[in-house]
């Protein structure tokens, strides 16, 4: 009894440790002092109003918002295809290409943005949506390869085989059968790509440019120049707002349980 008391007060230590920054830039973002002070001198929510005043950040968060829905389709026809071609053909170095696919997870971020921005500049399209969307889709495609490739590996080929032998052709059986019956996985890597995307700092600080910068790399610009703010804290408070709602979706089409099976079943396929 003693020891179960113990395990679930360090889950609960645990879960105090994690959450415990993001309550206090939420709580910080209505203090009524310009700076960031914990706890708050009072309470205002002018800050966030403040927020529709700044043109930078709000075309930040469209450049943001944009670069992750591109790189997320990206991120999903690459997966797609990779999955298909791992889970069913069989050829010498299989394994070795399936890891190659999925290296991107664990190289150094700073590492691979370094190498992209050289990359990038050896080809001629050094910084902008062009370089930010292809290299966002580096990173978040393992992730779709990963729950997609799960997913294919439950699949029943006998369905796409009785297709074929109605006359269907393989481009129809794929729109028809294929992706409606993967569809799990990949509203899985979808939603996780967006994420990993929409949140990225690293490769979107060495590929950022005037005009072209997304909302994270933004925010620690500022931070790092003019120091923390209250209106940098409700802005980071907007992301977190964001990001449950898009956490609520996730809920709404597949169930948070769903989506965190099939994420799980990606990561044991990679292995």
Known sequence: MIGRWAFNALIVAICIFILAPIAVVLVASISTTPFLSFPPAGFTFRWFGEILLLDDFIAAFRFSLTVAVLATILSLVLGLWIA??????????????????????????????????????????????????????????????????????????NLEDSALSLGAKPARV????????????????????????????????????????????????????????????????????????????VEWLVGLERFATSAMSGKAAAR
């Open 84 to 157: 298909l071609v791992m889970t069913r053909m069989e050829f010498p170095g299989k394994a070795l290409l399936n890891g190659f696919f999925l290296s991107p997870i664990i190289l150094p971020e700073l590492a691979l943005a370094l190498g992209l921005l050289q990359y990038f500049a050896q080809i001629g399209i050094l910084k902008g949506m062009l370089p930010t969307v292809l290299a966002h889709g580096v990173v978040c495609a393992p992730y779709a390869v990963r729950t997609i490739q799960a997913t294919a590996l439950r699949l029943d080929r």
């Open 174 to 249: 794929l729109w028809d059968v294929t992706i409606p019956l993967l569809k799990p996985g990949l509203l899985a890597g979808g939603i996780m790509a967006f994420v990993i995307s929409f949140d990225n700092v690293t490769i979107s600080l060495f590929l950022s440019a005037p005009g072209a910068i997304t909302l994270p790399a933004l925010l620690f610009n500022q931070a790092s120049e003019v120091g923390l703010s209250t209106t940098l804290a409700a802005i980071c408070a907007l992301l977190v707002l964001f990001m449950l709602g898009v956490m609520l979706l």
